[in-house]
């Protein structure tokens, strides 16, 4: 099966602790790799996964807190010193692009690569990146600030032609992309083949979600139906539940309540509070609720 | 003797490598602790070394290149989210404040603390910080852009009291305090015992210099004349003089004829370019000139 991996770069919260980095993650279709949010120190850990820092064309933002950007001006600095030449955009909700200005303009006034700033509203689920293979939809999330999550979905794949089938009714080679792409046969006698019969179906499309930061809503259950792998935060363990509501996060219970309901298949949880520097409670109060819910691990990489 | 110690936290240039860190590093003075550059991901490496952060009042910045500062945003955040309530001053070149500012509105609008900026010229000399015991000077650089080193001076210590002679003298206790600031004793038969008579010599002052980032240069070595500890960029070794020339850096050799001429004490050799994993060719040039340098090393402390 094509690849389809996400590699945890950091799953810390705000505080940052000599344990964890603050959130980033690499999501790979395919060699075409993304970077999911960008928290200090995301350059260094970039290149200790091993990935090329220069195949990257799309960085996603969830939300304007600097755990989750504070990466941004080192990162896109060094790779313009790497000698990058292709365009590079950052999507994220409004207002990066006018405080990162400034910086960027003193510390970076000549970057060799394009640099754009695609913002999306946070109010309602958008199509913010789309390519042959892959589409990229936000995910409203209920936190303090404007704040999104990002759903990557394969395309639908074709399905594979029958050679047998296609042997048996002597279908011309021309007419094998056609079948592929639906359409059902017409015999030169004007027989009609169903598609149906000449194919089997492709696997189903897998899809990612990345839920932080948020507090446990059912507003975006539906968005997140029935993917592969979910990402949640979980930022506190139950007995915190009063501080989670209070700060917009989730636990690890609701974390794992949002994957059982959402149909996910597995579920990984991370933005774990620095007050946890072991999060094995998290993990089996998640369990209780959703059992194929691990911890995410800094470094590793989670193949759909 | 009082603790007067350096603490490299990252010793890297501007193209991160995964071995070394971008400049930052740590002066205590007796238990008072300075940061002096701060480059991505300082805060991480500041609790490493196990520092308690919320002990800092200034920060010294040597110039405006995102490998001496981009670490600021992430280390002013936290110490927000930390709690802090005393005020912390960054000095630097002109230009940080109004870089800054609106990244720090948009990621750290309600800082619990008073964050103030002082800008130092870089054309001459000043003195930018001063306390009961130490003065910081700024050290006027040769770079692409204004970038100034800084010179953490002891102030000259008082003199030891000789106990056998205040006995002899049967000097009256009121008169200690007179004493021990350089004045004579004017005994009540109108004798005249002179100072020295009376003292013994503190030992020296000590003053570690920082210089990073600089072309070699005649020009600032009067003013880290006699330093016990000197900290010297040494970006390059000498079969690439020529790229030092250009990008305004110095070769290992360099540092340790700035060491030799200024007549310092210790040299510590950083910066390095991220083209040598291993820098024991550059530490072999600069003993050949000074042979009491060191390469620096990250997490490690040296004492004046």
Known sequence: MERFEVTILGNGSAMPTTLRNPSAQIVNLREKIFLVDCGEGTQTRFRQCRFNFQKLRHIFISHLHGDHCFGLPGLLSTLGLAGRGEELTVHSPAGLEEALGPLLRAFC?????????????????ELIYEDRSLTVHTIPLRHRIPCCGFLFAEKPLLPHLRRDMLDYYQIPIAWRGRIK?????????????????????????????????????????????????????????QSEAGQARLRYHSTAAEAAEAARR???????????SARYPDCTPLLQEARSVFPPALLSEEGKTYAL
Chains 1, 2 share one sequence.
């Open 181 to 237: 792409q639906g359409e059902d046969y017409t015999a030169p006698d004007g027989t009609l083949i169903p598609h149906s019969r000449l194919t089997t179906p492709a696997r189903p499309a897998r899809k990612y979600a990345y839920c932080s930061d948020t507090a446990y809503s059912e507003t975006y259950l539906p968005l997140i139906e029935g993917c592969d792998l979910l990402y949640h935060e979980a930022t506190f363990a």
């Open 262 to 272: 959402a149909g996910a298949r597995k579920l990984l949880l991370g933005h774990f």
């Open 109 to 125: 006034d000549r970057l060799p690569y394009a640099l754009r700033f695609e913002e999306f509203s946070g109010n309602q689920s």
